[in-house]
């Protein structure tokens, strides 16, 4: 069985910065890309960001120069750190990554976190 759990969210003002982490647990044997996705009340699910395992990072135009994604492959976490947020940034944050268990590969997804800014 594998988890991810996110942590990191909160209320934050336009400008301002956050930054999510997002830890996978588990029978682990390999995990390849990471990545984080969001949703925000009426809209569909929208990726941000991802990484591979070798450390390739690609993001959506909408966070492009404002967010970062890292991960740490010894601890099995990946973060997003947020810059210069802003209000279209509020959403439901879900971390997501591709993991080959004893059991085969699966796409696995977090509980989600929530991102909210607001003046």
Known sequence: QVQL???GGGLVQPGGSLRLSCAA????????AMGWYRQ???NGR????????????NYA?????????SRDNA???VYLQMNSLK?????VYYC?????????????WGQGTQVTVSS
Do not use: C
């Open 87 to 91: 209000l279209a940034d509020t959403a």
């Open 61 to 69: 135009d909408s966070v492009k120069g404002r967010f970062t994604i």
């Open 96 to 108: 997501n990554a591709t993991i080959t268990t004893t059991h085969g590969t699966g796409d696995y």
């Open 40 to 42: 925000a009340p009426g």
């Open 46 to 57: 929208e990726w941000v960001a991802a990484i591979q395992s070798g450390g390739i990072t």
């Open 25 to 32: 647990s588990g029978s682990i044997y390999h995990i390849y």
């Open 75 to 77: 601890k099995n976490m």
């Open 5 to 7: 759990v996110e942590s």
